[in-house]
């Protein structure tokens, strides 16, 4: 079993900048080295939304279009660990963010597509 555990979330002003991290655990050996990984979001009264993903082995990233250019997804396999560095924060970018592990060996920005998830951690962007 993997577990998921995001860190770094807060309050922030916009135009800010937070880094989230999300640390795999729960079996030897590089978790999840092989798979994608992505980070979604969900605002209150809204559904969860893709932000961004990488695939195994980080040559490939993707992102939404409403975070492109301001967010960028790093990963350290050998720490099992995924990161997102967000810059420019506007108050639309508020949500629970949740990072999630692929079922692939790419991060697609399907939700089914992914199999574990952290538990998320709160980003708040005032103005």
């Known amino acids: 079993q993997v577990q998921l555990a995001e860190s770094g979330g807060g309050s922030v002003q916009a135009g800010g900048s937070l880094t989230l991290s999300c640390a795999a655990s729960?079996?030897?050996?590089?978790?999840?080295?092989?798979?994608?990984m992505g980070w979604f979001r969900q605002a209150p009264g809204k559904e969860r939304e893709f932000v961004g993903g990488?695939?195994?082995?980080?040559?490939?990233?993707n992102y939404a279009d409403s975070v492109k250019g301001r967010f960028t997804i790093s990963r350290d396999s050998a720490k099992s660990t995924m990161y997102l560095q967000m810059n420019r924060l506007t108050p639309e970018d508020t949500a629970v963010y949740y990072c999630?592990?692929?079922?692939?060996?790419?991060?697609?920005?399907?939700?089914?597509?992914?199999?574990?998830w952290g538990q998320g951690t709160q980003v708040t962007v005032s103005s």
């Open positions: 990488i695939n195994w082995n980080g040559s490939s990233k």
């Open positions: 999630a592990g692929a079922r692939r060996a790419y991060a697609s920005d399907v939700v089914e597509d992914y199999n574990y």
């Open positions: 729960g079996r030897s050996g590089r978790i999840l080295s092989n798979n994608g």
